[in-house]
């Protein structure tokens, strides 16, 4: 066989062996998500077992814990969109639609995407350097010997409490977006408060807050969902709890952005 | 069931991480109300065989049966009235580190025990299961409060939640001191009197595994199979197997079947 050709078979195979591995990865997506949905029918028929304290430390954790951090960053993202915005339809002297720039940007985009990308680095990290702990300390494995899935164990509370609490957040940052915004006008453009906020009632549709919040929810979902799995899947020695907090970070983000432009490109086929 | 059917068969268990083979061709009994000892190297399998044995990895090949059960062709429902009666210390004693010592004896209770017994109730008995391991006074703490040979010692309470009918201990002496460890094996003794429940005793500790073990198993790292079977005390007088011939009286085996072996 030529020299050439050996090499080419290589790379074919090697190929191929990635390919299989993307496989795998999807498959084990697909069974953990099989597995939190019997567990939701299960909670629904107050089967479910987990330990509420925990549930709530969760939910408080996810929830009120993520306050300061998303309160900052959407403050500041107002800002810029309004400082943005304004260098440039100042130029056409249509300052006063700064208002409509910063309302719509953020209400049907910003505030769910950088909420879920503070959360995915917060809470979806969180999740998974805690799993991957309990994987390495035997934990997981106590529990499987008590006879109670992780699933429902672990993954239930978490994807749950955070799938709630993400639109809430996101209703939250909407409002400090929306400040933050209202602060560049009226401090840089002498915008009137008054124009601002009416300008910015008159731009926002109820659509724009169903789809921010239809986002949100999937964002959470995703997010926690992508935590509990690289958690799960972690091998049990100390460096393996970082590489499993450092995929959850990467593929939450990298998640929230597609599936933003998912919605994106069904917002625009439906015309909403 | 008969009085004298044994209360584990495992028939010939081969253990494999992926295609990597950890033991082959492993099989005993462990009789009802026995101390069943695991011997070997350090990374020869013992914790491995536990895991096939509490139902954590499915054999590459071969039986682990329970009563007339075989845990790995049983149904869920079935595999679960068998894990009830298991009582698991795990080689790093695996609390969970949310939960007090307490909290954590009482969570076997919590899920699996009897519905009816009291909050209060299930309390009194963490805290007297507590006592017994000599850690009256850190029931309240968390797990990070406490020392390694004080985790194993909760790790046995939380074990000994529901009067398991099945015991499986890992190292349940490692990093405890002389006279702990002696308390222990009176425990476990004890325990096995009253309860008849069947024990099995991963162990290094020489004195622990002479005065404890009823049988046991000797696993090789080399040649990846048990190369002995028995009590220890009778391992000690009649197996002239190098190794395990060395290892019982701890000395260093001679260099040809040193090697590969830690
Ligand atoms: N998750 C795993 N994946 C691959 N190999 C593993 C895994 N866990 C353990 N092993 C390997 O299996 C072998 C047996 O490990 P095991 O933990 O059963 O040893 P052990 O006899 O309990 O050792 P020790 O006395 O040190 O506790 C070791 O060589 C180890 O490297
Ligand atoms: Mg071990």
Redesign the interface.
Known sequence: MSHARRERILALAALGRGVLARLAVLREVSTLLGEVILAIGRLLRGKA?F?RA?AW?VVQASGAGALGVVSLVNLLVGAILAFVGAVQLLKFGAGQFVADLVSIATVREMAAVITAVVLSGRTGAAFAARIA??QG???V??L?????SPVEFLVLPRVLALTLMTPLLYAYACAVGLLGGWAVSAGMLDLSSHLYWSRSADALAGTHFVLGAGKSLAFGFLVAFAGCFHGLRAGRNAAAVGEATTRAVVSGIVGVIVIDAVFALCAYALDV | MSANTPAIVVHGLRMAYGSKLIQEEVSFEVAKGSVFIIMGGSGCGKSTLLKHLIGLMPPAAGQVLYGDHDYWLADEAARDAIRRRFGVLFQGAALFSTMTLAENVMLPMKLNGDRRQSAAEQRERAETLLELVGLSAAADLLPNEISGGMKKRAGLARALALEPEYLFLDEPSAGLDPISSRKLDELILDLRERTGAAVVVVTHELPSLFAIGDDGIFLDAVSKRPIARGAPKQLLESCDHPFVHAFLRREVPPEDVEDGRE
């Open positions: 077992r330990d925990d430390a702990t309990m300390n035997e934990e494995d106590a499987k010997t008590l006879g109670v």
